[in-house]
C-alpha cells in the first residue's frame, strides 16, 4: 500500500470517526480549554527588546540611541489637533488639559 493511499485511508476513518461522535469531539475541546484556560493568569508576557534580543541587534542599539537622545522610552506620544479655529481656544485647551496624565505637566487656570 503506497503512503498516499495509507494516508488517504487514516484520514477518511478519522473524518468518519469526528462526524459520527460530534458530542465527544465537543466534549473533548470544552475539556481542553477549561484545562488550559486555568493557567491563563499565570501567563507572563514580557516584551523588552533587550531581554529578547542579543546586544548587539540592530534593532536594540537603536533603541539604545533613541533612549540616549530623547530619554524615556516607556511614553506614548500623541498628536490633538482642533477642527475648527487654532489650539487655544478654551475648549480645546480643555481636552488637553483633561487628556494630561501628570499634574506637572497641567496648567493652572486653563
Do not use: C
Not at 469531539?25 to 470544552?30: E, P, V
Not at 530619554?71 to 485647551?93: A, C, H, N, S, Y
Amino acid at each position: 500500500m503506497s503512503t498516499r493511499r495509507l494516508f488517504g485511508t487514516i484520514l477518511r476513518r478519522y473524518v468518519g470517526w469526528v462526524t459520527l461522535h460530534p458530542r465527544s469531539i465537543i466534549a473533548i475541546i470544552l475539556t481542553a480549554s477549561a484545562l488550559l484556560s486555568v493557567k491563563i493568569p499565570s501567563i507572563y508576557i514580557e516584551n523588552e527588546r533587550k531581554l529578547n534580543l542579543p546586544g548587539n541587534n540592530p534593532i536594540v542599539q537603536l533603541d539604545d540611541e533613541i533612549l540616549k537622545m530623547f530619554g524615556g522610552g516607556k511614553f506614548t506620544m500623541i498628536g490633538v489637533v482642533p477642527r475648527e479655529g487654532d489650539i487655544f481656544q478654551p475648549w480645546f485647551l480643555e481636552i488637553l488639559n483633561n487628556i494630561t496624565p501628570n499634574e506637572q505637566f497641567r496648567q493652572p487656570r486653563v
